[in-house]
């Protein structure tokens, strides 16, 4: 076990590295850009230049990815914050620390200043949903497995195809259309603020619906699939033979069986869930680290975006590493090497 | 059959009829079939695959499924009508009346409970006691089974048991709520004949201390000779013969069961007195019943206006013999009792193929990065023996014993780790096939096991055959191709057009036929045949060793045949390798390997076969424990651990010597070879029962 | 060995066993799933091949008439945009992009996934360890964040948009193939064709390949209807194709700005892509059902 931690630790980091290398290679592609980018549209050419030479950007990538990775590490100093630049970007932690993702161009202001707060925004939101995609997914699929082919199933089947045929902008027109503009129950708008008259909490309701619709979709059908096919295994013909009762039988020797396969995907709807609340936030303006690195990526702020994307990343995997250790705790024949 | 519920009987079907309903429409699986089943007796139902069998024991467990029903009849249990029962006395009869011991116990048992965790529900659902008490009882059940070590049993998973441990479970599950009729689906199906042999001896000894009734399935006859006292032959859901044991083996009156038993390998028999009589086409679909007798197409008596009219009536053929045929007193006019004869090939002098200390070795890693011993799975070791032109040189051992191993070996498929592997003079031992010329590899070539698997089912059967006549430079052309893959499938006897018939339309049979076909594309001199037969109906195995038989006494092929079985390779082989755990145990001509002198561990296979004839008494030998593991291999013998014969600590230190017997004979073990011939044969004759004499 | 031998016991066998199933397109209409999955696609696809002959306004040009009031009428059946465009001819023009990239950029990605997924799983060892590894990585990624990032900076184009599929999908595509692969690795058809010394490519493409089409067709129009999402989402982030073209995303978008008052203009681009994505995955789910039935 010990052994195992220390791997999946190792290909996590690795994992890292090369993630950011990616990144980095596809937005620092043409480092004339940063240069712009930094300083803006009405900034002079000779500005621009001077910054270039400045920040090293006619150096090869693998030196400008080594010197941002050296900056991260705390082992140098982060090269905008220069006073010589002359751009008065600083950042109260100092310019050499661990953990230093560098000076936001888009937002004028440390990373770190930036990218906790809306974390924080959006891990509200996620999380939420996510408490309620497991439980219903469950509940439903192993509802509608259970008795593969009857009225029940084939309601659930249905709702959950129609669920993920639905993009999540488009089932919040749906509903901003109906619960807003027609009922007028709910804030079309998520700014997280009491200022419009609404309270926070019903400005959450929407955006976690719109979530919840769409994985919830997904992984209903995921636990259908499982659980029918459990259903169909020998060893449930024993159970039933030894003459237990139905309810014993699912809730007995069913429902962990059924757990299996879909855990992993459960748990990847996380990442699922990432991707969608970039959506979802952008259809509510809500404050959260979703749309901020769409903003990042559309102004090009490259700092950001790397640290977002490593954040992204690290719970992705960690994840990953969650979904085998409890895939190992669901099924006794999986042992962790 | 059809005999009015007796007062006595336990279990009682009358006019049982099973439908399965579709959305195409209804199909019957079984028309019509009565059978009463006396409380302690032991009743065997036989037939081959797609017979109803199986969907008759769980007509009698009122689990047909959502599409299965009983259309019509009763099924009685102890008085109470299983067919009309509501949920909760269905729960009742279940388990507690009558439990049910499954085919496959690795998928029977959940791989997710322990042990423990599945048996104690029974009684705590039955008898609904606590826990603790459940605990106790699952404790004591076990202990019953046989299983070393009961109470880390129950602490273990499924996975973390033999398959004939898990079998032994499953036996115990469906003993704990004390059953009044045990019902057995083919339970040692796919478990080892040691293994086989040592839960019939288990099913035979809980019946005699518990007095449960048995209703035993399986499609082999060897078996239920083994342990039933009545047995009923089904063929297409239809009850076609039902005698006493002894009865149905001497004088079987329908044709189809005539055949059963003309198909069975016999151990006193082989392939130069006897010919299979195979029966002739193959059953037709549910939905294609005949009228009349559902045997009549296939049957060599078959008389239009008595035979396909109307539903066969059961008549009586002697005491407790009944028999559903119009024209069983005239079974010998019509009904051969052998085949013509195929002589078989001779074989000759010249060698086609040698192995010398033929090793196969695989590394299965090191244990964390470098740090401990690496682990080492010997496969083969040492493997030394030859087969000369048109001989049948057949190698058998149970699983893990690495005869397949070395079949893939010959045919190239895996490099040897050492030795040599001669093949009409070169040395293949570390020529995989890619490596080998087209000549060396159209030389050699191998037919697979399992059906399912040998033929794309992406490809027309005929596909595969074309590419290996073109890879092998044999037909170019279109028209050539065309020519040769009908030729080929004339010779395996089958009818050209399903070279375009994709593998999912045909019969298990007619693709190990194709198979058999493509490997003689490229016109072999070596036939590899890995268990060809082994996943097939005893009537398809039949016909399908003749066809071997047949090809080879006309081209001449060697052939290496890889088998477990024991009986088959008594009807076939001309000389036989035994192997354990990789290694060489005992081979010569196949007379001197089935009497004495034998191998200790030959002894116990031999000892442990299922015989299709219940006047034949054998010897009782039953092995301890399980196999070792082929990866930390016993220093001496590989056989030492469970020997019943076992001298000392000298087995379990030095390679037993190789000993030479006379005509050949080899047995490689620390008992000299005149003390090994100092036992009595393990096949024994005894006298018929008076009950079941011939009438006629 | 040419002549057949004859034995009266063992006549030729003749007659094909029980009938398997035919092909799975012939049986298609038996799932009402997969038929009205069909039956959207097919209505899109006549729609969008049909759009030059249908008496439909161009879909670029303004009505500055309904400017005004650009609700639904019998001139706009499903009235105008904020720029006084016609939404119906903008819809079904817009169909035409999505109809040829979605499954244009799927195909793509199964030519890049397909190979891959094949060598990892036929070699197996290292070319599997690598292929693995990338694949690995790039599926660890928030999918959209992918997205977004590249098209950010390499701009959005219909080729960039069917790059940043395959770069996306094929790791999943190739990591389906790779299992479906290793299920049949061992199987004794293969060591067959290894025995009469079939190559490496042929035995993956002609051998492997075709036994996987069971399940690589369901996932091809999951694939489909899921990278029409994706074509939506980076219109709606305003990475959809350049304007003025219609592209739904984009519609769907600048509707809603005026969805309080307006709702009309998000709605009809909503359910357009709804009903296309929603007749992709009916048909996925008939398919599958239908390959599961044999």
Redesign the interface.
Known sequence: MGGYIIKRGASLILTLFAASFLVFAVTEFSPSNVARKTLGPFALQSQVDILYEKLGLQDPLAVRYTRWLGVLLGLKADPLQDPALGLQFKDPRGDKYFGNFGYSTLYKAPVNDVIWSRLKATAALAGIAFALIVPLSLLFGVLAGMREGSGLDRTISVFGIIATSVPEFASGVFLVAFFVVTLGWLPGTSPLDSGGGWPIWSQMILPVTVLVLYDAGYVVRMVRGSMAEVMNKAYIRTAVLKGLPMRDVVVRHAVRNAMIAPFTVILLQINFLISGVVVTEMVFAYPGFGRMILDASLFGDIALIEAATLIALTIAILTQLVSDVGYAVLNPQIRLA | MSAPPAPDGLLVLDHVKVEYVSSVGAVTAIPDLSITIRAGESYGLVGESGCGKSTLLMAI?G?LG?TGRIANGRIVFDGADVSAADPASL??????GC??V?Q?PN???????TIGKQLI??PM??EGVDAKTARAKARQILTDVHLPDPDAVLDR?P?QLSGGQKQRV?IA?ALL?NPKLLLLDEPTTGLDVTVEAAVLDLVNELREKYGTTLLYISHNLGVIAKVCDRVGVMYLGDLVEEAPVHELFANPRHPYTRRLLACVPRLDTDKHTT?F??I???PP?LAGRPRGCSFGPRCAGFDAPRCGVAPIPEEPAGPGHGVRCVRWRELDQFEKTD??H?APATPGVEQVMRSADLSKVYDLGNA?MGFGSSRQLIANEDLSFQANKGEILAIVGESGSGKSTFA?IL???QDASAGKLMVLGDDLSRMP??K?T?EQ?AAV??V???PD???????TAGF?IG??LK??GIAQSRKDLDARVK?LF??V???P??AR??P????G??KQ?V?IA?A?A??PKLLVADEPVSALDVSVQA?IV??LL??QA??GATIVFISHDLALVRHLADRVVVMYLGRVMEMGPVSSIFSPPYHPYTEALLAAVPVPDPTVKQKHLRLEGEPPSPINVPLGCRFAARCPRKLGPVCDETPPPEQAAPDGHMIACHIPVAVLARVTPIFQRVQTPAGAANPS | MSATIDNAAAAPLTAPVDKAPPSLLRRLPQSRVAMVGLGLIIFWVALATLAPLLPLDPPNKQDLMALADPRPSARHWLGTDFKGRDILSRLIWGARTVLSVAPLAALAAYLVGCPLGLAAGYYGGKVDTIISRISDIILSFPIIILYVILIANIGPSALNIVLAVVLTAAPGIARIVRGLTLEQRHLDYIAAAQLRRESALYIMFIELLPNCRGPLITDFCLRVGYTIITIGILGFLGLGLPPPDPDWGTMVKEGTAMISVRPHMSLFPSIAIVSLILGFNLLADGVRELSLRD
């Open positions: 467990m689990y959502p729960a009742r009869i279940r388990g507690r439990s049910i499954y496959d998928a029977a048992l959940n791989p997710t409970l529900e029974v659902l039955h998973y996975h499953v599950m709520a010919t009589l195979p002739p086409g193959q679909s085949a013509e195929v964390f893939r045919a190239g498929l096939a890619h080998r087209l590899l070539q191998m697979f096991q399992n698997a040998t033929l794309n089912p992406s490809h595969s590419r290996a890879k092998f030729e004339g010779m006897r089958l009818s057009h399903l018939q994709r999912g339309r045909l019969s049979g007619q036929r198979a493509r003689f490229g016109d016909a003749n066809l047949q090809i006309r081209n």
